[in-house]
């Protein structure tokens, strides 16, 4: 395969290339993903939620703001982790890993533990309009995060048996990518979901 | 026997179910016994289940697309023969039904969805002059996706109960409260499998253009169909996601008793039918934007002239791409919105109108001091023209909101999709397949035959749409599977059933011509039989594995017609080994557990759910963890196979 | 071209078939509504009709000229690029077009969704139309009666219909008397309607409903006046009063004849409007469900 070395490891052959650039338009793809989900939650918000509660009747400012945090650092780490990788920092970089992949189990902890507050205060999937779509979103992007812990311990494995070459280093960019592109989506939701609806 | 229950066929007390049912046991049967018998699974399975070649992938999905034109087409002409007279008593109301909500969601998403597909598969990497698409494997993946879904829909029919609440789906007419049965789930699911297997391709194909183009092949250089695919797949990559939440949110709704469409707790119906024509309306233009580029390289080819305004061409597509996401109220003008909100859809959709008229008037201006031959594809695009220009232009009627109140949920409509849909779409499928027939197998279509077809099914189509605009206008709903003498619909009805018996024949001597052609066609046509101009015509006919034996240097966006006449070089350098993905069969059993998942997901069987959910994720860690680098075809096989076409440049 | 000629003659021939039969319903107004939508149809054909003939002139003259077999053998047509005045007029003429129906579209549907000229300052007639599978129930809070599957309408008086559903989506729609409009369930749609002339009009739900929908039909009776009045009196004497029993029974699926009751079933199942909208809690959502554009 041929290899550019004047280009960071993660970009150094065409394969490589392309598959950045189509991790690009996936997360274009996924934008409106989420989109979609954002403005149907905008639209039930108001006059979708019937006989079930209201948003602010269920949100709990505590775990959310734990959860923000736990997921902002994860996308430090992350970033740290690249950082480690452009240096050959092979160790440092799984450890930074490691730690990302940590916090985003922690993250996924809490938002367990939420969802089980919002069952417990009567908001469930059947509930309402709005409590359906809360959940739908809250869980799509749980899912997303699931779904990156996963994908994260395959990348682990793959550069401790490997070592970083091409290979890997591509897959552990593209991963810091969607790992990012999952903060960006939680600050929309803090943003638009809680903090508006506790407002 | 409870659990077996759930997958009986619901109460039909119709004998054309049964027939049905036994016509696909016995062609199932006679295929796996054929195959068999002639030693062919080894054939079958390793030059085409498992290929990821972009040729093959574009061939069987062109194959599945066909397929699925007959099993459409044979709701399309139930239906006709159901409405030929009034008070007719071939179909119940229920069967009806079910017939035109399979017949469009089938010629849609599993027939013109797999026919474009299926053409960019073939045509553009070779129109770019590359080896494959940027991601042959993931290609393969969306293909078997899509057949997947397909296959899942249409067992439908014979197990559980088709969908019936139209391709539309509308609730809460398609909630469980007034569609029990498990007809929509089934609706909702294939549709969710092969919307990812197509938002895959729509990835796939933008990496491919934009980073896999021949050197020298700058974007204002590319053959106008690539131009199209490139719009058509950014249209996917924007407006698939919406369906697919969509249709997770129909899933929940139905099989979870979630409220989001329902009329209780919050529900909103509307929401429905926003998100869904939020994505329908893109839908019409990733089917009709790869017709034009069709078009436009056939209307070119058999001008003997270059494409009139390529500028105008491209700029008229992204204009169109961009107004797609603009109008989808239009297609509910009707639902209260009230008279601001409609005008400006109306004004966003007529504005369509004006790049669309650009794309004509090229057309025409191609053709214009050209020397034009009449082949089977350009009588296509010939009839395109004006069968299209009155698609369009009752468009426009239509978006004129205050007179949509009367065109509305009419035959007015039907018509008028239908009249856009079949002389844009078909036509232009039909068109590039008998073009690019002799690059996919190496020989060409009877062109007497073909011609035959030709009149039956633009003058079937004629017959059968045209007087819906009549009985539209005289107050026939669409989708009513009766009528009473004294609506006055008979006459015009049984002239629609007759352009559709016209339309049938058409479609039945396409296949006659593919046999005869297979038989008695002669075998060595040569490398250009068209006398064509762009970049796919400089390899082989039927083209090698490779594509192109040395990577072309482009200098203009007709570069084979001017290498051919100007004499510009097209290959520069030697013959080297070339580096090819290998054939997998991971993608087809990805997308057979991907079956059964949803399959079982249809039903509420939660443990085959489970288990074939742990099957996904056993093929995404195999994925993750297998190293294939593919092969190297060298380079003196490449110079035999060359030699044996008549040598390369 | 044999076929051409014999396909041409044809479709003369149903041009003439149908230029004998009766005008077809959507332009065959009875009330202003449908007048204004009947004339905006007809500019509209027009216009499209001369777009339509003017492509159909270029192409036979360009397939006459230029075909292959018109043209010396040794004939190479020219490259030509495009040029700026020619792309210019191919854009200018189609946006003049669009201007012009935008202009009549905007203005029309203004129209239509408002009361018809001339009945603006009256007090409408309100009847609400409500549809389950597959019936029609008019209730008419004035006169305190309400019937199935016909409704009876007094002429040259603005009717406001005020339509929802009991269940599916529907279109309530009287092609001779105005375009149609959604019923559903979560709110409830305006739309008024004027008959000019007494009659008999043909009504129905035109959105696909279920198994029902082909007969999902109801018939209106546009007359004078008094006769309005003593046909709201016969009711009252020979009808029995509509229960909730009695109504939710009338909701079961299926077809019934046409049927009259004294009362209305607003009493007891109000329509999805204002404080009863299933979208509506608090005072400010008033613009959400207000809908009500007059």
């Known amino acids: 395969m041929k290899q550019d070395s004047n280009l960071p490891l993660e970009y150094s052959t065409e394969t490589n290339e392309m598959n950045i650039l189509g991790f690009w338009i996936f997360l274009g793809a996924e934008i409106m993903l989420f989109a979609t989900l954002f403005t149907t939650y905008f639209v039930y918000v108001d006059r979708g939620v019937g006989s079930g509660p209201a948003g602010s009747e269920i949100f709990e400012i505590t775990p959310v703001l734990i959860e923000t945090i736990l997921l902002l650092t994860s996308s430090f780490t992350i970033g740290l982790a690249v950082h480690a990788m452009r240096i050959n920092r092979v160790k440092a970089m799984i450890g930074f890993m490691i730690v990302t992949l940590l916090l985003g189990a922690a993250f996924i902890s809490v938002e367990v533990y939420e969802f089980i507050h919002y069952y417990h205060v009567g908001a469930t999937l059947q509930t309402s309009g709005f409590t359906a779509i809360l959940l739908t979103t809250l869980g799509t992007h749980g899912a997303h995060v699931t779904l990156g812990l996963f994908w994260g311990i395959m990348i682990i494995i793959q550069i401790c048996r490997n070592g970083l070459n091409a290979r890997t280093a591509n897959k552990s960019f593209i991963f810091s990518l969607y790992w990012h592109f999952l903060d960006v989506m939680w600050i929309f939701i803090f943003s638009f979901i809680y903090l508006k609806g506790m407002m | 026997m409870d659990f077996l229950d759930r997958f009986s066929i619901p109460p039909h007390d119709d004998p054309m179910l049964y027939a049905s049912i036994v016509a696909i046991g016995l062609v199932s049967i006679a295929i796996v016994a054929g195959v068999t018998y002639f030693k062919k699974w080894g054939y079958l399975w390793n030059e085409w289940l498992t290929t990821v070649d972009h040729k093959r992938i574009g061939i069987m999905y062109i194959i599945s ?96 109960g088709s969908p019936d609440a139209g391709w539309t789906n509308y609730y809460p007419l398609a909630g469980t409260e007034f569609s029990e049965h498990v007809g929509v789930n089934y609706y909702n699911w294939a549709l969710q499998i092969s919307g ?303 352009g559709a018996l016209l339309l049938a024949v058409g479609f039945v001597l396409i296949v006659y011509n593919v046999y005869y052609s297979f038989r008695y066609a002669p075998r060595n046509v040569g490398d250009d039989p068209w006398n064509a101009r762009s970049l796919e015509w400089a390899t082989h006919n039927p083209v090698p594995e490779y594509n192109f034996a040395i990577t072309p240097t482009v200098q203009s966006e007709e570069a084979f017609w001017d290498y051919k006449k100007n004499g510009y070089k097209l290959f520069n350098g030697e013959i080297k080994d070339i580096h090819m993905p290998n054939n997998s069969g991971w993608s087809i059993i990805f997308a057979g557990i991907f079956f059964v998942f949803a399959f079982f997901f249809v039903f509420h069987v939660w443990a085959g759910v489970i288990i074939a959910f742990l099957g996904i994720i056993g093929c995404m860690i195999y994925r993750s963890f297998e190293k294939d680098d593919g092969h190297h075809i060298h380079k003196e096989e490449i110079e035999e196979t060359e030699k044996k076409f008549g040598g390369a440049e | 071209m044999k076929l051409k000629w014999a396909y041409l003659a044809f479709l003369t021939g149903i041009a003439g078939f149908l230029a004998g039969c009766e005008p077809l319903l959507v332009l065959d107004p009875k009330g202003p509504q449908a007048d204004t939508t009947a004339n905006v149809i007809w500019i509209s054909i027009i216009t499209m009709a001369v777009i339509v003939i003017v492509v159909l002139v270029m192409l036979t003259v360009i397939l006459l000229k230029y075909r292959a077999s018109k043209q010396d053998p040794d004939y190479e047509p020219p490259h030509i690029e495009g040029n700026k005045y020619v792309e210019g007029i191919i854009v200018g003429i189609p946006i003049i077009i669009v201007a012009f129906l935008s202009v009549v579209s905007t203005i029309s549907t203004h129209q239509v969704e408002n009361p018809p000229a001339g009945y603006e300052e009256d007090e409408p007639l309100v009847i609400y139309a409500s549809s389950s599978n597959w019936k029609w129930h008019f209730s008419y809070p004035e006169q305190d009666i309400e019937t199935v599957n ?64 082909a007969e999902n039909e109801f018939a209106v009776t546009a007359m004078p006046p008094s006769e309005f009045d003593s046909w709201v009196e016969d009711i009252h004497n020979t009808a029995e009063p509509i229960t909730e029993e009695k109504f939710e029974e009338l909701l079961e699926p299926g077809h019934l004849g046409q049927m009259a009751f004294t009362g209305t079933h607003q009493a007891f199942q109000p329509a999805p409007e204002g404080e009863n909208s299933p979208h509506n809690h608090g005072p400010s959502d008033s613009e959400d469900d207000g809908g009500h554009h007059h």
């Not at chain 2, 950014?234 to 979870?256: E, S």
């Not at chain 3, 409009?181 to 007494?198: F, G, I, R, S």
């Open chain 2, 65 to 160: 697309a066909l397929l699925m034109l007959f099993r459409g087409g044979a709701d399309a002409v139930m239906m006709r023969l159901q409405t030929a007279v009034p008070e007719n008593s071939f179909l119940n109301a229920q069967h009806y039904n079910e017939v035109f909500t399979t017949h469009g969601v089938v010629m849609i998403i599993f027939m013109a969805m797999a026919f474009i597909i299926g053409m960019m598969n073939f045509v553009v990497p070779l129109q770019i002059g590359a080896r494959d698409v940027a991601f042959p494997r993931l290609n393969a993946l969306s293909f078997w996706l899509y057949f997947a879904g397909a296959m899942l829909f249409n067992i439908s029919f014979v197990v559980g």
């Open chain 2, 196 to 498: 990812t297997g197509t938002l895959m391709t729509g990835i796939n194909f933008i990496v491919t253009i934009m980073k896999m183009r021949a050197p020298g092949m700058k974007l204002m250089k590319m053959p106008m169909f690539t131009w199209s695919a490139l719009i058509t797949n950014l249209i996917i990559v924007f407006a698939f996601p919406v369906l697919t939440i969509a249709l997770l949110l129909g899933t929940f709704d139905r099989q979870f008793f979630t409220n989001f469409f329902t009329t209780t707790d919050g529900g909103m119906d509307m929401m429905w039918a926003n998100l869904f024509w939020i994505w329908g309306h893109p839908e019409v233009y990733i089917l009709i934007l790869p017709a034009f580029g069709i078009y436009s390289q056939i209307i070119a080819t058999f001008s003997e002239r270059n494409l009139y305004g390529y500028k105008s061409m491209v700029a008229s597509m992204v204009i169109i791409s961009l107004l797609s996401f603009l109008v989808w109220v239009h297609h509910f003008f009707t639902m209260g919105q009230g008279a601001v909100t409609n005008s400006i859809f109306s004004i966003t959709t007529m504005a369509i109108a004006v790049p669309t008229g650009i794309k004509i008037f090229n057309w025409l201006l191609t053709m214009w001091k050209g020397k034009i031959r009449f082949t089977t594809p350009m009588m296509y695009s010939v009839a395109f023209i004006p069968l299209f220009t009155i698609g369009g232009v009752t468009g426009v009627m239509l978006a004129m909101a205050s007179a949509d109140y009367q065109y509305h949920n009419t035959m007015f409509l039907v018509a008028h999709f239908h009249n856009v849909i079949i002389p844009g779409v078909v036509f232009a499928m039909i068109a590039g397949l008998i073009y690019y027939w002799p690059k996919m197998f190496g020989f060409m279509l009877n062109e007497r035959i073909g011609k035959y077809a030709f009149w039956n099914i633009v003058i079937g189509f004629c017959l059968a749409f045209f007087p819906m605009y009549i009985t539209g206008l005289n107050g026939q709903a669409r989708r009513m599977y009766t009528y009473s003498e004294a609506t006055g619909f008979g006459p015009l009805s049984m002239l629609s059933f007759i």
């Open chain 3, 150 to 213: 016909y409704v009876f309408i007094p002429t040259n008086q603005n009717i406001e219909f005020r339509l929802y559903s009991h269940g599916t989506i529907t279109s309530f729609w009287i092609p001779q008397l105005a375009g149609q409009k959604y019923a559903m369930a979560d709110m409830t749609n305006y739309l008024n309607v004027v008959a000019d002339e007494p009659g008999e009009y043909f009504g129905r739900n035109s959105n696909f409903n279920g198994e029902g929908f």
